[in-house]
C-alpha cells in the first residue's frame, strides 16, 4: 500500500522539480507561473469540469447522504481556517481566503483516484464515491469566487448591488459555468458523443502538470521570511483535523464501513493544486500557498499510513 502511495506522489514530486529547474535557470519567460495557471483556470479546469459532470448519471452525483457530510467537511474545515487566519494570524480577507482553500480542497482526482482504486476492488460503488469527492468540492470552488466577488466589489456599492455583481461573476466564472452546465447536461439525460467527452477529458487532465511545474517556480522564488506557523496550520487542517471531521459526519449520517474510510482517505488528501491558481488568479498569498500545497504532498505519506492503520483496528480490510 505504501509503495502504491509513493508511486503515486513521485511523479507529481519530479513536475514540481521540473518546474523549480526551469526557474532556477531562467529557461521561460518571467510570469510564466502566472500565464500557466490562467491556462488551466480559464480553459483545462472548465473542461475536465463539464466532461466529468456530464458524464456522471445525475442519481450517482446526488448521494445525498455521502455528498453532505463530505460537502460539510470541506465546508467545516474552510470556515474553521479562515477564522483562524483572520483572527489569529490577522491575515486580511484575501489572504485568509486562500489559505481556507488549501486546508479545504482535497486532490481528490490525481492522487485520491489512483491511491483508492488501488486498495479497494474497482468496484462500481467507489468508481462513484471517488467521482462525487472530485465534483463535490465544486461548491468550495464557488464559496471562493463569491468572497473575491464581494471583496473586489464592496467599495461604495449597496448590498444588493455586490450580490447582484457576485451573481454575475459567478455565473462568468469558467469553472462555475462549465460546471453548471454539465449537470444540465447530465439530468437532461442528453449523450454527448464519446469523443468530445474524452478530448476534453484528456484536454482537462493537463491541469495536473501545469499547475505542478507553476508551484516549482513559485518554490524556486519563495519568500525566506514565509510565515511558517500558517503554513504548518493550515497542513494540520488539511491533513489531520478535515479527514478526521469527515470520518464524524460520515458516521454521524448513518455511513460506516469501507465507504467512511474511502471518504476519510480521500477528505484527508494533500492540497489541491487549484488552490495555487486561485492564489494567482487573484493575487493573494501565492509563495504561501505554493509552499503549502507542496510541504502537504511531503507530509502525506504518514497520515495515509495512519488513517490505514485505524481502519484495520476497526476490522475494515484494505486491499
Not at 195 to 220: E, K, N, R, Y
Not at 222 to 233: A, F, G, I, Q, R
Not at 274 to 285: D, I, T, W
Request: with cysteine; proline share 5%.
Amino acid at each position: 500500500m505504501l509503495k502504491v502511495v509513493i508511486s503515486t506522489l513521485l511523479p507529481l514530486f519530479l513536475m514540481v522539480l521540473a518546474g523549480w529547474f526551469a526557474q532556477r535557470k531562467s529557461l521561460l519567460p518571467k510570469n510564466s507561473s502566472k500565464t500557466l495557471n490562467d491556462f488551466v483556470f480559464f480553459f483545462t479546469l472548465p473542461a475536465l469540469l463539464f466532461s466529468s459532470l456530464a458524464t456522471t448519471p445525475i442519481e450517482e452525483i446526488f448521494q445525498i447522504r455521502f455528498a453532505t457530510a463530505y460537502t460539510l467537511s470541506m465546508i467545516i474545515s474552510y470556515l474553521c481556517m479562515f477564522g483562524i487566519s483572520s483572527w489569529l494570524f490577522k491575515a486580511c480577507g484575501p489572504v485568509s481566503c486562500i489559505r481556507s482553500a488549501s486546508a479545504s480542497l482535497p486532490n481528490s482526482a490525481f492522487l485520491g483516484l489512483p491511491i483508492i482504486i488501488s486498495l479497494f476492488d474497482n468496484t462500481h460503488e467507489t468508481l462513484v464515491i471517488v467521482t462525487l469527492s472530485i465534483l463535490l468540492p465544486t461548491a468550495i470552488v464557488m464559496l471562493i469566487v463569491t468572497q473575491f466577488e464581494m471583496y473586489q466589489n464592496a467599495g461604495g456599492q449597496g448590498r444588493g448591488a455586490v450580490l447582484r455583481n457576485v451573481g454575475v461573476s459567478l455565473l462568468k466564472t469558467p469553472g462555475i459555468m462549465m460546471a453548471f452546465a454539465g449537470i444540465a447536461v447530465s439530468l437532461s439525460g442528453l449523450q454527448i458523443p464519446t469523443f468530445l467527452t474524452d478530448s476534453m477529458q484528456s484536454f482537462g487532465m493537463a491541469s495536473v502538470p501545469c499547475t505542478l511545474f507553476a508551484i516549482g517556480m513559485l518554490i524556486a522564488q519563495l519568500d525566506p521570511k514565509l510565515n511558517l506557523k500558517s503554513v504548518l496550520s493550515v497542513n494540520l487542517m488539511k491533513l489531520i483535523i478535515q479527514p478526521a471531521l469527515a470520518a464524524a459526519l460520515l458516521y454521524a449520517f448513518g455511513i460506516t464501513g469501507k465507504t467512511l474510510v474511502i471518504g476519510a482517505l480521500l477528505a484527508g488528501m494533500p492540497s489541491a493544486p487549484l488552490a495555487c491558481v486561485f492564489s494567482q488568479v487573484y493575487n493573494a498569498g501565492e509563495s504561501e500557498t505554493f509552499a503549502t500545497v507542496f510541504i502537504s504532498m511531503l507530509v502525506y505519506i504518514p497520515v495515509f499510513w495512519g488513517i490505514i492503520t485505524i481502519a484495520n483496528g476497526f476490522g475494515v480490510a484494505l486491499g
